[in-house]
């Protein structure tokens, strides 16, 4: 059932060394989380494996059947190994009178709260396939209720892609069903998948191991939950969008108090307070793990300073009157004084991260020391909850480091060193060639000096990306890496990385396209900013052009300037003696963006009106790069 990837090696024994000494220091005893996880529960499917209308597999619990195993494999750390086995609870589970949760279906939970009318699904997970069993999973316990509204607890994609597989947006258009976001949703998600879309995509395979087969040589979990499900993601823009710290609504009967709390976990994210029901729902907050000051798909980094402000004033407001404390990932955790214990050592331990990264950069250390010398303290490093399954406190000290300080570190040997393959060139001639640097990483490697090894084959790799022995021996340093680490997210890029290093990068040309509903959802703003990323600079050497952009539909227009190779607009504005005018509504241009519509046919079928010169709107046209997710990470680029 479990799957070995191609080349994979077994745990040496510095590494069976390393995962023994975390069965000595935590305290696997305890089974209170196992417990908690599994408290409530009501039911599940027989098989939870979920299918697309084409028959893909799109989620499956079934890869991970080797999890039952109480004991850890040496190619998987313990702590990391339990957490996987948590994480494999699912089904439908009761957090309290009335608030219920969906939990294993994908890497998010779907929250349910019985109103007085029907019910309200709090983040409706990835994908509307799954939406819609985990819903039905619920109806087929407690009944069948109409939906009355859906919550966005934040702007991530695990938080409302699966939206239309709980509610028909006919139903929004009539008001029978609100959406509730907090301040810049729609902002936020658009710009997240958009701009940066294409290499967060690719390097999001490494942080969730999404192309690794399943196995205690492979994927064993992410952190937050199992994988990222594969289905039909979905947006219906929020109706209603909370703009004030605390905003207090009655919803369907149940009376809640919003908490925004922007630039933690997400940029836009909020709180949830349920007084009636003595409940708090925290949104992504606090997790089950340390979460991600910056994941390592790469994002803005996030506030760490902030995110601990936040779970300071939801403690001391809420969580005094609550009953129960949950999230939107992982289980809840109940009693007062557990509840409020779990919270004071949430907040302490990004507020711990931040003040101590600072502290260790006033004293000059540079991030990657800092990351080297911050851990837990002594009274927090038994706590499971605050371990690093999904963050770690390595890449977090760097990400704070880089919000206050940025990317380099003011020695300025580091300021303007040579490109990665030039550098890799002249540190292997140094090194004696690659042969002797193999050589000697050999020794290493046998040592278990893996962190070492995996760079110095790195640069051998980067100077000769063909040095097969170079290769063999990277992989098996990032696998060895891979088997120790305690964060699913370390993991899965290590044994990522080893398996491109082994079989190349096997990535598809695939366009990454956004999806339909974010496609609607984009911003004019944000649509010509993107055509400023995908503005070819080169090409546009020495080209001028001025296009006035006229949108009927929604009454919009833009005034589109390009110039020395940059692409500037004006919104609500018309350029005085542009080359050109298009006007199209913004309905044909979604269809254009989403290619299912050529820009020559909506032309020709009068669609897309162009007055003046329309060579300069072609000229601009073919200035523009498509990009696709096939770029190699570990090696040097090939193809770009
Ligand atoms: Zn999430």
Partial sequence: ??????????????????????????????????????????GTLPKVEFRNAEGRVIFSLEDYAFLAHEQAPDTVNPSLWRQARLNMNNGLFQVSDRIYQVRGFDISNMTIIEGSRGVIVIDPLVSTEIARAGIELYFQHRGRKPVTAVIYSHSHVDHFGGVRGVIDEADVKAGNVIIIAPDKFMEE???????????????????????????????????????????????????????????VHTIDGVEMIFQLTPDTEAPAEMHMFYPGLRALNLAENATHNLHNIYP????????????????????????????????????????????LDYLGKQRDTYKYLHDQTLRFMSHGLKAGEIAERLALPKSLEKEWHVRGYYGTFSHNAKAVYQRYLGWYDANPANLNPLPPVERAKKTIAYMGGAAAAIARAREDFAKGEYRWVADAMSQVVFAEPENTAARELGADALEQL???????????????????????????????????????????????????????????????????????????????????????????????????????????????????????????????????????????????DDFTIDFEVVEPLCTH
């Fill in 482 to 624: 891979g088997y120790q680490s305690e964060s699913a997210t370390w993991r899965n890029a290590y044994l990522q990385g080893a398996r491109e290093l082994r079989g190349g990068m096997t990535v598809p040309a695939i366009p990454s396209r956004a999806g339909t509903d974010i496609v609607r959802g984009l911003s004019l703003d944000l649509f010509f900013d993107f055509l400023g990323v995908r503005l070819n600079g080169q090409k546009a050497e020495g080209k001028t052009a001025v296009i006035n952009w006229e949108f009927p539909d929604t009454a919009q227009r833009y005034a589109l300037t390009l110039q020395n190779c940059a692409l500037t607009y004006l919104a609500d504005r018309h350029a005085e003696g542009a080359d050109a005018a298009v006007t199209l509504d913004r309905a044909t241009l979604n269809r254009v963006i989403l290619r299912e519509l050529a820009l020559p046919e909506a032309l020709a079928g009068g669609l897309v009106k162009i007055a003046g010169n329309g060579m300069k709107v072609a000229e601009l046209f073919a200035l523009l």
């Fill in 189 to 247: 998600v658009t710009k997240e998948n958009v701009l940066a879309g294409t290499p967060m995509l690719r390097r999001a395979m490494f942080q969730f191991g999404g192309l690794l087969p399943k196995g205690p040589r492979a994927q064993v979990d992410a952190g937050l939950g199992k994988v990222i499900s594969r289905g039909t993601v979905t947006l219906i823009p929020p109706t209603q969008i909370i703009k004030k710290p605390i905003e």
């Fill in 296 to 339: 390592i798909r790469g994002a803005q980094v996030r506030d760490a300073n902030a995110w601990a402000k936040y779970l300071n004033e939801a403690r001391d407001r809420f969580a005094t009157k609550a009953d129960v404390v949950f999230a939107q990932h992982h289980w809840p955790i109940w009693g007062n004084a557990r509840l």
């Fill in 1 to 42: 059932m479990a799957a070995e990837p191609q080349g994979s090696k077994d745990a040496t024994p510095p590494t069976c060394a390393h995962n023994r000494s975390f069965l000595d220091a935590l305290p696997f005893g305890d089974r209170t989380d196992f417990e908690d996880a599994a408290r409530g529960f009501i």
